[in-house]
C-alpha cells in the first residue's frame, strides 16, 4: 500500500516538472524563513543534505546562504531531481532516492533540511528516525512542512490530514531530537477563481484529493471542493518551521 501512495505522490511531482519553478512562491518563502531561523543560531557546516529537493530551489537557497564543504540534494521523483541537476553547481551530489530509504552512514551529516516535504511522509516517526542516524553529535534539522489548519477553505474530504504543531513535536522528542525552536504562520494566496486556486496545486505536484485526481480538474465541480463562497477565492496556508538539533544522552 505504502508503495501505492508513494508512486502516486512521484507522480503528480513529475507531472509538475515544468511549471513547479513558476508557481512555488509559498514553499520559497517558507525556505527562506526555516534558514533565517537556523541562522539565529548557527551557520557553518561540514556536510550538509537538503532532502525532498524537489527542483532544487530550496537547495540553492540553503547552499547560498550556508557555509558548507559539501552538499547532497536527494528526491525521488526523477523530472524534479533533473531540473536540480541542471541548476545547482557541481559541489553538490543530486540523489534520487525516497527519503524513507537508507542513505548515509551513521553520525555523517552536521545539518539536514527539508523545505515542505515531510508533508508526504507515510509515517513521519520513522522518517525523523532515520535523519536522525545521520546527523553528526549535536547535529541541526531545519524544517518547514503544511500543518493542521491549512487550507480552512476547503473541505476535509478534498484534503490529506495533516499534524497539530505538538504532535509534530511530541514526533521529535521521540524520534531523538531536541527542538531548539518553532511557530507556526499563515500564508494567503489570491486568485482569479476557485478554478486557478486548485490549478495552482497542480502546477506544483500537490495534488492531493483522490477526488480530484481520479476525475481531473476539468470534470469536477470546483465550487463543491470549497467550504464557503468567498468573494475572493484564495487560499490560507498553514506553515509550521522547526529547528532541532540531535539528542545526545
Ligand atoms: C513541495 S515539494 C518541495 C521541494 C523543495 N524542497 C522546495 O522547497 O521547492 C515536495 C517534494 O517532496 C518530494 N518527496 C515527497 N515524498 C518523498 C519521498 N518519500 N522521498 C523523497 N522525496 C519525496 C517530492 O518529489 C517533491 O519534490
Request: proline letters at 4%; one cysteine or more.
Amino acid at each position: 500500500m505504502n508503495n501505492f501512495y508513494k508512486n502516486k505522490i512521484k507522480h503528480y511531482f513529475n507531472k509538475a516538472y515544468k511549471t513547479y519553478d513558476d508557481y512555488c512562491v509559498v514553499q520559497n518563502d517558507a525556505s527562506q524563513r526555516t534558514l533565517e531561523l537556523l541562522m539565529r543560531h548557527t551557520d557553518h557546516f561540514e556536510k550538509i543534505a537538503d532532502f525532498a529537493c524537489g527542483t532544487g530551489e530550496s537547495t540553492l537557497k540553503l547552499i547560498r546562504q550556508i557555509s558548507h564543504k559539501k552538499c547532497y540534494a536527494i528526491d525521488f521523483s526523477d523530472k524534479l531531481l533533473h531540473i536540480a541537476s541542471s541548476k545547482l553547481p557541481n559541489t553538490v551530489s543530486c540523489i534520487l532516492s525516497d527519503f524513507d530509504t537508507p542513505l548515509f552512514p551513521n553520525s555523517s551529516l552536521g545539518l539536514i533540511s527539508c523545505n515542505m516535504g515531510l508533508q508526504w511522509s507515510l509515517n513521519l516517526g520513522e522518517t525523523l528516525s532515520l535523519f536522525n542516524r545521520y546527523l553528526t553529535r549535536n547535529g541541526y534539522f531545519a524544517f518547514s512542512m503544511p500543518v493542521t489548519g491549512n487550507f480552512p477553505e476547503m473541505k476535509a474530504e478534498f484534503k490529506s490530514l495533516l499534524l497539530p504543531p505538538e504532535h509534530i513535536i511530541d514526533i521529535l522528542n521521540n524520534s531523538g531530537f531536541r527542538l531548539i525552536a518553532n511557530y507556526s504562520y499563515k500564508n494567503v494566496q489570491l486568485f482569479e477563481s476557485y478554478y486557478h486556486a486548485l490549478k495552482s496545486l497542480q502546477k506544483i505536484g500537490a495534488n492531493f484529493s483522490p477526488k480530484v485526481n481520479n476525475k481531473g480538474l476539468k470534470r469536477v465541480n470546483v465550487r463543491e471542493i470549497f467550504v464557503e463562497d468567498c468573494m475572493v477565492p484564495k487560499l490560507t496556508y498553514h506553515i509550521g518551521i522547526y529547528l532541532c538539533q540531535k539528542r545526545f544522552s
